[in-house]
């Protein structure tokens, strides 16, 4: 399975800042996906992100609050914008291996006073 | 809709003795079915699959689960529970078919007893 890094590993901001994630795979994949944990809650896809191509969010979910970057095969970043405390969860990232199995990284955990 | 049902938010059992922790699905066709572990300040990590084949499929830390087709269920099993078992487990499943998401079950947590 691939091995899935992410930075930072949590951090505590303050409303109406941005935070970027960054999500780093050993391995070159077609799609890395966000997902957003919130607090005692299940994960709720956030959006999939190929490369070269606009991310697709899911509902309820939109670019201006998390753009997400995805400059080549390997790498992609979530920005959470504009952050209220709302915002406080666990961001995790996402690869597929070849038989549908999705692989999660350590996640980030985030709090927004 | 598709959707996955873990009717329990918590279960406890003794160090030593068997666990299951039960999940039911919503998908029509022949989903991908997974059991996900959580433990504290970590990610998820992949326990297990079923995709075809055998009803009974083995995972990671000697977890086990049985797909009951007629059931809708996946329940996540284990002879012989240990302390170190303690944490959040996720059913989830995919229909590769349709649309290709994974759905995730609310999280079970898991309480061993010394």
């Known amino acids: 399975s691939a091995v899935i890094s992410q930075k930072p590993s949590r951090d505590i901001c303050q409303r109406g800042t941005s935070l970027t994630i960054q999500c780093q795979v050993d391995?070159?994949?077609?799609?890395m996906f966000w997902y957003r944990q919130q607090p005692g809650q299940s994960l709720t896809l956030i959006a999939t992100?190929?490369?070269?191509?606009?991310?697709?969010?899911e509902s309820g979910f939109v670019i201006d609050k998390f753009p997400i970057s995805r400059p080549n095969l390997t790498f992609s970043t979530l920005t959470v914008s504009n952050m209220s405390p709302e915002d406080s969860s666990i961001y995790l990232c996402?690869?597929?291996?070849?038989?549908?199995?999705?692989?999660f990284g350590p996640g980030t955990r985030l709090l927004v006073l | 809709a598709q959707s996955v049902a873990q009717p329990e938010d918590q279960v406890n059992v003794a160090e030593g003795n068997p666990l299951t922790v039960k999940c039911t699905y919503s998908?029509?066709?022949?989903?991908?079915l997974f059991w996900y572990v959580q433990y504290p300040n970590r990610g998820l990590q992949f326990l297990l699959k079923?995709?075809?084949?055998?009803?009974l499929v083995k995972g990671s830390y000697g977890f086990e689960a049985e797909f009951n087709k007629s059931q809708t269920s996946f329940h996540l099993k284990k002879p012989s529970a240990l302390v170190s078992d303690s944490a959040l487990y996720f059913c989830?499943?995919?229909?590769?078919?349709?649309?290709?998401?994974?759905?995730f079950g609310k999280g079970t947590r898991l309480h061993i007893l010394p």
């Open positions: 996402s690869v597929d291996d070849s038989y549908g199995t999705q692989y």
């Open positions: 391995s070159q994949v077609t799609m």
């Open positions: 992100a190929n490369q070269g191509s606009e991310a697709t969010y």
């Open positions: 998908v029509s066709g022949n989903p991908y």
């Open positions: 079923y995709i075809t084949g055998d009803n």
């Open positions: 989830a499943v995919r229909d590769r078919w349709r649309d290709d998401k994974i759905i």
